[in-house]
């Protein structure tokens, strides 16, 4: 740290412009139990934004100069210290927004993604911050993308969607000269951290650890890590496919006819699908979980979200059905004993490597937050998630539902899976998910051999 960013960092705190704060648990995770710094570019979260209709800069960047003044994580930073880092909140902040005239040529999509990522991939100042930039790129009078980058440690995937709100809330407040900014979040993300904290007193992490201990013990890996680790930075190989709306439909039946989620249901025959893959009959996988349990944390922005380890021993003389039952039990009660993942980390001693994940490989996610598409007096907003990785995991499969089909989104650590490896998998996954579907009795040995 310079000189001169310790001096105005010592001029914000005397002067009462920045408070410090203790990390909330989930950023805890980011800094005690990754294989990556925090600050890496593969902690960063992105989405393009459509919007229709026919805006001004001017009033964009007003709009999201209200957003930053209502939610505080537009306004955090990090500041570093001997006992660890602390979350540094200043009482304003220049807001972050580019305007951008795309020629034609920029306006093709391989060019268009290739700017996006250009935004996605710049990090971001840790300390001075602000962790979030964005930038509307405009096609025309009345057709723009806002292009949102936004540090993990201060966002999940439901902030988005808050900003999105928040977003257009201000701008049409603008428009319509309506006086002031926005109503102030019931809960701000350093009140909803401090009652975090108060709820994880001792004894309660004491009776949490002791359900993952178990639940853990003697979990193995699905696959060796490599004997040298690539580099650690940058993100990991990105491929988007789908499984059909035929698919989509025969899923959330069979999920229905047996008292299951949609949920439960994709996992257990991700399940089986790995289990096949590697070959291993103990899967265990991570699963992000809202963790925004009061209603008042539903408007707030930040960092809030959970992991939850999945673990699945497949028993090749079961049913699908009866696996499917067993699995849907199972995540119910991982879910109920969630706790914070740097403290259970801790708990079950999983050894801190380098590179690796210290509790599992594999992340599988059912996307469900809120992703509004707002529209209104000629102007709409249409929020795109974008998956772009973690060097956390080192396989991902995230599954959004698109009407009655399935989006999936496989995240791979390139060193050690090839593209050819990926689409097999895809492919595999496609294939159990059929069968189960036709044939919901089938064991899972005829399933681990036919396919």
Same mark, same amino acid.
């Given at each position: 740290?310079?000189?001169?960013?310790?001096?105005?960092?010592?001029?914000?705190?005397?002067?009462?412009?920045?408070?410090?704060?203790?990390?909330?648990?989930?950023?805890?995770?980011?800094?005690?139990?990754?294989?990556?710094?925090?600050?890496?570019?593969?902690?960063?979260?992105?989405?393009?934004?459509?919007?229709?209709?026919?805006?001004?800069?001017?009033?964009?960047?007003?709009?999201?100069?209200?957003?930053?003044?209502?939610?505080?994580?537009?306004?955090?930073?990090?500041?570093?210290?001997?006992?660890?880092?602390?979350?540094?909140?200043?009482?304003?902040?220049?807001?972050?927004?580019?305007?951008?005239?795309?020629?034609?040529?920029?306006?093709?999509?391989?060019?268009?993604?290739?700017?996006?990522?250009?935004?996605?991939?710049?990090?971001?100042?840790?300390?001075?911050?602000?962790?979030?930039?964005?930038?509307?790129?405009?096609?025309?009078?009345?057709?723009?993308?806002?292009?949102?980058?936004?540090?993990?440690?201060?966002?999940?995937?439901?902030?988005?969607?808050?900003?999105?709100? =928040?977003?257009?809330?201000?701008?049409?407040?603008?428009?319509?000269?309506?006086?002031?900014?926005?109503?102030?979040?019931?809960?701000?993300?350093?009140?909803?951290?401090?009652?975090?904290?108060?709820?994880?007193?001792?004894?309660?992490?004491?009776?949490?650890?002791?359900?993952?201990?178990?639940?853990?013990?003697?979990?193995?890996?699905?696959?060796?890590?490599?004997?040298?680790?690539?580099?650690?930075?940058?993100?990991?190989?990105?491929?988007?496919?789908?499984?059909?709306?035929?698919?989509?439909?025969?899923?959330?039946?069979?999920?229905?006819?047996?008292? /299951?989620?949609?949920?439960?249901?994709?996992?257990?025959?991700?399940?089986?699908?790995?289990?096949?893959?590697?070959?291993? =009959?103990?899967?265990?996988?991570?699963?992000?979980? /809202?963790?925004?349990?009061?209603?008042?944390?539903?408007?707030?922005?930040?960092?809030?979200?959970?992991?939850?380890?999945?673990?699945?021993?497949?028993?090749? =003389?079961?049913?699908?059905?009866?696996?499917?039952?067993?699995?849907?039990?199972?995540?119910?009660?991982?879910?109920?004993?969630?706790?914070?993942?740097?403290?259970?980390?801790?708990?079950?001693? /999983?050894?801190?490597?380098?590179?690796?994940?210290?509790?599992?490989?594999?992340?599988?996610?059912?996307?469900?937050?809120?992703?509004?598409?707002?529209?209104?007096?000629?102007?709409?907003?249409?929020?795109?998630?974008?998956?772009?990785?973690?060097?956390?995991?080192?396989?991902?499969?995230?599954?959004?539902?698109?009407?009655?089909?399935?989006?999936?989104?496989?995240?791979?650590?390139?060193?050690?899976?090839?593209?050819?490896?990926?689409?097999?998998?895809?492919?595999?996954?496609?294939?159990?998910?059929?069968?189960?579907?036709?044939?919901?009795?089938?064991?899972?040995?005829?399933?681990?051999?036919?396919?």
């Amino acid at each position: 740290m310079s000189q001169d960013t310790r001096t105005r960092l010592k001029q914000w705190l005397e002067s009462g412009e920045a408070r410090l704060q203790p990390l909330t648990l989930p950023q805890r995770e980011l800094w005690e139990a990754s294989p990556v710094p925090a600050g890496d570019v593969s902690n960063h979260i992105c989405a393009l934004i459509n919007v229709r209709g026919p805006i001004t800069p001017q009033g964009c960047e007003a709009a999201v100069q209200k957003v930053a003044e209502k939610q505080e994580v537009f306004r955090l930073s990090f500041l570093p210290g001997k006992d660890g880092p602390m979350q540094m909140i200043r009482k304003s902040t220049r807001q972050m927004l580019h305007f951008r005239e795309l020629s034609h040529s920029e306006q093709q999509p391989e060019a268009l993604e290739e700017l996006a990522q250009e935004i996605f991939r710049r990090p971001f100042d840790m300390v001075g911050g602000p962790l979030y930039r964005s930038e509307v790129l405009r096609r025309s009078a009345d057709d723009h993308v806002l292009v949102l980058a936004i540090h993990h440690a201060i966002a999940d995937g439901w902030t988005v969607g808050v900003f999105v709100q =928040d977003l257009f809330a201000a701008y049409m407040q603008g428009l319509r000269g309506v006086p002031g900014g926005l109503p102030p979040v019931p809960l701000s993300y350093t009140e909803w951290g401090a009652a975090e904290r108060a709820f994880w007193q001792p004894a309660v992490l004491a009776q949490r650890s002791a359900f993952w201990k178990e639940r853990l013990a003697d979990s193995t890996l699905l696959w060796d890590p490599p004997a040298a680790p690539a580099a650690l930075s940058g993100e990991r190989r990105r491929w988007v496919t789908s499984a059909p709306a035929a698919v989509g439909r025969a899923v959330r039946e069979l999920a229905r006819r047996n008292g /299951a989620t949609l949920f439960s249901t994709l996992l257990a025959a991700f399940q089986v699908t790995l289990s096949k893959w590697t070959g291993k =009959d103990d899967v265990l996988v991570g699963t992000p979980v /809202a963790n925004r349990t009061k209603q008042a944390a539903r408007e707030t922005m930040g960092y809030c979200a959970g992991i939850v380890p999945l673990r699945g021993r497949i028993d090749p =003389d079961r049913t699908f059905s009866e696996r499917l039952r067993m699995v849907h039990d199972a995540t119910i009660d991982s879910f109920a004993n969630a706790m914070p993942f740097a403290e259970l980390v801790r708990a079950v001693g /999983a050894p801190q490597v380098p590179g690796q994940n210290p509790v599992f490989q594999v992340r599988f996610a059912l996307q469900n937050h809120p992703v509004p598409d707002i529209s209104v007096n000629g102007m709409s907003l249409q929020l795109r998630m974008r998956s772009t990785g973690t060097c956390r995991f080192d396989l991902a499969c995230e599954i959004t539902e698109e009407g009655e089909a399935l989006e999936l989104v496989w995240l791979v650590r390139p060193d050690l899976f090839s593209p050819e490896d990926i689409q097999n998998l895809h492919l595999m996954y496609l294939d159990v998910l059929k069968s189960v579907c036709n044939s919901p009795e089938i064991l899972t040995a005829a399933l681990m051999t036919t396919l």
